[in-house]
Nanobody, 123 residues
Framework: QLQLVESGGGLVQPGGSLRLSCAASGFSLDYYAIGWFRQAPGEEREAVSCISRSGGSTNYADSMKGRFTISRDNAKNTIYLQMDSLKPEDTAIYYC????????????????WGQGTQVTVTS
């Protein structure tokens, strides 16, 4: 079976940092673009970041630019999202997703999704 599992979420103070991981099992991520998305309570899911199959191309939502960094380690079949200078508005469930194509912020274009990991930024 194909599976994506997020980890690394938790409770952090404003200005703090977290590193999220997305580990794949049952298939190799070598040929997949990987996107990170988030969803706050009562709000629509939104795109956060995406990394290309090779890792040579990345993109970020405007509110995350300069604070978040996406990376991948294909040898470990794992994708990371380093989050620095966290703000209360970053509080959400964070999901990783995979697709056999280039990066996209179109949610329906990603057939594989993890279960999400909770990130809470508060004093």
């Amino acid at each position: 079976q194909l599976q994506l599992v997020e980890s690394g979420g938790g409770l952090v103070q404003p200005g703090g940092s977290l590193r999220l991981s997305c580990a794949a099992s049952g298939f190799s991520l070598d040929y997949y673009a990987i996107g990170w998305f988030r969803q706050a309570p009562g709000e629509e899911r939104e795109a956060v970041s995406c990394i290309s199959r090779s890792g040579g191309s990345t993109n970020y939502a405007d509110s995350m630019k300069g604070r978040f960094t996406i990376s991948r380690d294909n040898a470990k079949n794992t994708i990371y999202l380093q989050m620095d200078s966290l703000k209360p508005e970053d509080t959400a469930i964070y999901y990783c997703a995979a697709r056999l194509s280039s990066c996209s912020d179109y949610i329906a274009g990603y057939p594989y999704w993890g279960q999400g990991t909770q990130v809470t930024v508060t004093s």
